[in-house]
Antibody, heavy 118, light 107 residues
Framework: EVQLLESGGGLVQPGGSLRLSCAAS????????MNWVRQAPGKGLEWVSV????????YYADSVKGRFTISRDNSKNTVALQMSSLSAEDTAVYFC???????????WGKGTTVTVSS | EIVMTQSPATLSVSPGERATLSCRAS??????LAWYQQKPGQAPRLLIY???TRATGIPARFSGSGSGTEFTLSISSLQSEDFAVYYC?????????FGGGTKVEIK
């Protein structure tokens, strides 16, 4: 069964950092790009970042550029999102999702919740 | 950045009726358009990609059309499990951008 499982969410103070992780199973992880998409409480979906299947290409939304870093480990079938300088506007459920680079996402995890508050 | 605008924000439909959702792009995205369904507390589910191709396992009552800047998702006969929020996504240019969503509710 194809599965993505996010972890690492939690409560963090403004200005703090957090590292999210997503573990993949049931498919050839190294063949697919991996995305992070977030959803603030009661709001719509916002694409955050993507990393190519090999890890040599990354893209970010302007809202997180310079603060978030995406990475992957194809030997462990995991993708990570390192988040720093967090603010209340980063409070959201963060989903990881797979697809081909520059295309739609077809497999999604259940999400992990990040709350930025003092 | 390409801005995606969905309308209406909320659509009230009776079970068995047809629902038509719209998505407009601020510039041409060709056919690089996908539709997702999201239910409360769940991850989005891919319905349509390439503007009109149903994803694996998606019932035939879901259909997508359009190209360029105007797109439509139609649900031919709404079932109880179809009441949800629907999002369009353009993947023509970076950054990928979603529409604001259309909530399909029971009339």
């Amino acid at each position: 069964e194809v599965q993505l499982l996010e972890s690492g969410g939690g409560l963090v103070q403004p200005g703090g950092s957090l590292r999210l992780s997503c573990a993949a199973s049931g498919f050839t992880f190294s063949s697919y790009a991996m995305n992070w998409v977030r959803q603030a409480p009661g709001k719509g979906l916002e694409w955050v970042s993507v990393i190519s299947n090999s890890g040599d290409s990354t893209y970010y939304a302007d809202s997180v550029k310079g603060r978030f870093t995406i990475s992957r480990d194809n030997s462990k079938n995991t993708v990570a999102l390192q988040m720093s300088s967090l603010s209340a506007e980063d409070t959201a459920v963060y989903f990881c999702a797979s697809g081909n680079l520059g295309y739609y996402m077809d497999v999604w995890g259940k999400g992990t919740t990040v709350t930025v508050s003092s | 950045e390409i801005v995606m605008t969905q309308s209406p924000a909320t659509l009230s439909v009776s079970p068995g009726e047809r629902a038509t959702l719209s998505c407009r792009a601020s510039q041409s995205v060709s056919s690089y358009l996908a539709w997702y369904q999201q239910k409360p507390g769940q991850a989005p589910r891919l319905l349509i990609y390439g503007a009109s191709t149903r994803a694996t396992g998606i019932p035939a009552r879901f259909s997508g059309s359009g190209s360029g800047t105007e797109f439509t998702l139609s649900i031919s006969s709404l079932q109880s499990e179809d009441f949800a929020v629907y999002y369009c996504l353009q993947y023509k240019n970076w950054p990928l951008t979603f529409g604001g969503g259309t909530k399909v509710e029971i009339k």
